[in-house]
C-alpha cells in the first residue's frame, strides 16, 4: 500500500488507501472490517473519501496501519477478504520481522505473493540472495509455488531471459514406456504442479506464447542433459527422488546469471531402499559451499487447508513409533 501519512501525531495517523483497493470489500459489509480493528486494537477509525483516520495510542495506531496494510495486500491477491481473514491479520502484529516482512513478490497477475509464515519468508530471502537454493519440507509448504513466483519476478523484471522447470517423470527413476500416448502426454500429469503454479501468475494466453517461444520451459529432469543454461532461473522439483547421479548433473547445468532453487519433501523418497536421495547428498555435500542456501520448512509453515498440517503431524508420529517398534524388536533378536 504505499502508507502517507498526511497528518500525524503521537494520537493520529492519516493512512492514504490504495487507489486499486475495493473499499467496500476492505471495509466489509456494512464496515465489518474496520469495527473488528476499532474493537481489536483499541483505536479510533474514521474513513474520509480514500483516507483513513486511525486515533489512539501510538503503537495501537501503528499496528493497525500495519493491518491495514496487509489487508490491502491480501485483497490483492485472493480477491475476497473475511472477518476471519482480517482476524488473523491483526494476530499477525505490526512488526516488521514479521512473516511478511516486506517480501513481497510480482508476479505478472494483479496478485502479489509474499510469505504466510517466517520459514517462507526465509526461504524467499535465501532464493533472493543466493545463487543456488535448497528447500526440503512437508507438503503444502510452499516450496514449489514461491520458487515459480520469484522465478516469474525475475523474468518480469528482466533479470532472467528464461525460465526451466524440471522435475522427476515419475518417481522411481522416469519409467515411461508403460504410459499411453506421446511424450507430451506421458509427462504432463507429473508436471502439472508447475503448470499450476504458472497459472496462479498470468493469464494463460501468456504462458502458452511464453511456452511456445522457449522463455518457459517445463520439461522432465532428463532432459536437462548434456545443456548449460545461462539467464535462466532453474527449478528442479520432487528433487527427493533424484539419484546422485541426477543431481549432480542438474547442478552442473547452472550458467552465467543464472539462479537454480532445487525443492523436495525427504519424508517422501521413491527410490530403491538402496539408493541415497540425490538431494540428501546434495545438502550435505554443499550445505557450507558460499552462494549456496538451505532452508528446512516445517509443519507450521503448511499453508494449505488447517487439517494438512495435522495430518502431516499424525502421520510423523505414527512413522516415529514405528521406528521405534521396530528398533526395539531388533534389540530383543
Do not use: W
Not at 467496500?24 to 486494537?41: E, T
Not at 480477491?79 to 488473523?88: H, I, K, R, S, W
Not at 532464493?127 to 519476478?153: E, I, Q, R, W
Not at 532453487?261 to 545438502?283: F, H, P, R, W, Y
Amino acid at each position: 500500500m504505499g502508507r502517507s501519512p498526511l497528518t500525524r501525531s503521537d494520537l493520529e495517523l492519516t493512512v492514504q488507501l490504495d487507489p486499486n483497493s475495493k473499499q467496500l470489500d476492505l471495509f466489509g459489509p456494512a464496515d465489518s472490517h474496520l469495527r473488528l480493528l476499532r474493537r481489536s486494537l483499541g483505536v479510533s477509525i474514521t474513513a474520509r473519501q480514500s483516507n483513513l483516520i486511525i486515533s489512539g495510542a501510538e503503537n495501537d495506531v501503528n499496528r493497525t496501519a500495519e493491518t491495514v496494510d496487509r489487508m490491502q495486500k491480501h485483497l490483492l491477491k485472493h480477491g475476497q477478504l473475511t472477518d476471519e481473514d482480517v482476524a488473523g491479520l491483526i494476530q499477525q502484529g505490526a512488526s516488521a520481522a514479521g512473516p511478511n516482512g516486506g517480501q513481497a513478490v510480482s508476479v505478472y497477475s494483479k496478485k502479489v505473493v509474499e510469505p504466510s509464515t517466517k520459514g517462507q519468508l526465509k526461504y524467499i530471502e535465501t532464493m533472493l540472495n543466493n545463487d543456488v537454493t535448497f528447500c526440503t519440507g512437508p507438503a503444502g509448504t510452499g516450496k514449489t509455488y514461491l520458487a515459480v513466483a520469484v522465478a516469474v519476478s525475475m523474468l518480469k523484471k528482466r533479470q532472467i531471459r528464461r525460465i526451466v522447470l524440471a522435475r522427476p517423470a515419475v518417481e522411481a527413476g522416469e519409467k515411461l514406456g508403460f504410459l499411453p500416448g506421446d511424450i507430451q502426454a506421458k509427462v504432463n500429469p507429473y508436471l502439472r504442479p508447475l503448470f499450476d503454479a504458472l497459472e496462479d501468475m498470468m493469464d494463460f494466453a501468456q504462458m502458452r506464447k511464453f511456452m511456445d517461444l522457449d522463455i518457459i520451459e517445463i520439461i522432465p529432469l532428463a532432459f536437462m542433459r548434456g545443456r548449460t543454461l545461462n539467464e535462466s532461473a532453474i527449478i528442479c522439483d520432487e528433487a527427493q527422488n533424484t539419484s546422485g547421479l541426477q543431481m549432480l548433473m542438474v547442478l552442473t547445468r547452472l550458467g552465467h546469471g543464472s539462479k537454480m532453487i532445487v525443492t523436495g519433501d525427504v519424508t517422501q523418497i521413491d527410490l530403491e531402499t538402496n539408493q541415497k536421495s540425490g538431494l540428501i547428498e546434495a545438502i550435505e555435500t554443499l550445505r557450507r559451499v558460499k552462494g549456496i542456501g538451505v532452508v528446512e520448512l516445517n509443519q507450521r509453515d503448511i499453508v494449505r487447508h488447517r487439517l494438512v498440517q495435522n495430518i502431516v503431524r499424525a502421520y510423523k508420529k505414527t512413522h516415529e513409533a514405528q521406528k521405534r517398534g521396530e528398533t526395539h524388536e531388533r534389540a530383543r533378536g
